[in-house]
T-cell receptor, first 110, second 113 residues
Framework: QKEVEQDPGPLSVPEGAIVSLNCTYS??????FMWYRQYSRKGPELLMY????GNKEDGRFTAQVDKSSKYISLFIRDSQPSDSATYLC??????????FGAGTRLTVKP | EAGVTQSPTHLIKTRGQQATLRCSPI?????VYWYQQALGLGLQFLLW???????NRGNFPPRFSGRQFPNYSSELNVNALELEDSALYLC????????????FGSGTRLTVV
């Protein structure tokens, strides 16, 4: 079993839609949770960072962590074509490397 | 501020050869991480270096090795290349502990023929 599971998609939505991206993880020791965005032929860039459970909002993006169910979510409101990318969830515990999901490829159509 | 830089951008090698990939972290970052991103498999953790020491290693054979230099730059060596080693190799750096996420380079695309 992979430590972080993510549906690879692909996911295609019309411009303006609300996008929901989800991951599950298996290691209850994970404390830090991140979402990365990766454009084609580029390295991943950090989008959202949360510690433990709860919500975090940044503009059109909301990250949600539910540690009781080991569930990580990213919501994108008013999606734009420029949001088209692969989104990777990641989890880590204290002082160790990060474990990534497989990534979900998102296309937002104008 | 310069980001994480990786070289070369592309590398083509023949099966059985050795490949050397290089990474320069962001100034002030002491930790360097290497990941393999093969098509459809996501990011697979390879190696983590901090302060010149190997801190952790992923589930890869010993022919994948590396080191970190006193200036915190790092290199990844892959010996006895196999066709399935073809992938994008990403380097990331972070401050000690990496609690605020990693900054990635754009990667080295390794093709083994």
């Amino acid at each position: 079993q992979k430590e972080v599971e993510q549906d690879p998609g692909p996911l295609s939505v019309p411009e303006g839609a609300i996008v929901s991206l989800n991951c599950t993880y298996s290691n209850s020791a994970f404390q830090y949770f991140m979402w990365y965005r990766q454009y084609s032929r580029k390295g991943p860039e950090l989008l959202m960072y949360t510690y433990s459970s709860g919500n975090k909002e940044d503009g059109r993006f909301t990250a949600q962590v539910d540690k009781s169910s080991k569930y990580i979510s990213l919501f994108i409101r008013d999606s734009q074509p420029s949001d088209s990318a692969t989104y990777l969830c990641a989890s880590r515990y204290n002082n160790n490397d990060m474990r990534f999901g497989a990534g979900t490829r998102l296309t937002v159509k104008p | 501020e310069a980001g994480v830089t990786q070289s070369p951008t592309h590398l083509i090698k023949t099966r059985g050869q050795q490949a050397t990939l290089r990474c320069s972290p962001i100034s002030g970052h002491t930790s360097v991480y290497w990941y393999q991103q093969a098509l459809g498999l996501g990011l697979q953790f390879l190696l983590w270096y901090d302060e010149g020491e190997e801190r952790n290693r992923g589930n890869f054979p010993p022919r994948f090795s590396g080191r970190q230099f006193p200036n915190y730059s790092s290199e990844l060596n892959v010996n006895a290349l196999e066709l399935e080693d073809s992938a994008l190799y990403l380097c990331a750096s972070s401050t000690p502990g990496g609690f605020y996420g990693y900054t990635f380079g754009s990667g080295t695309r390794l093709t083994v023929v």
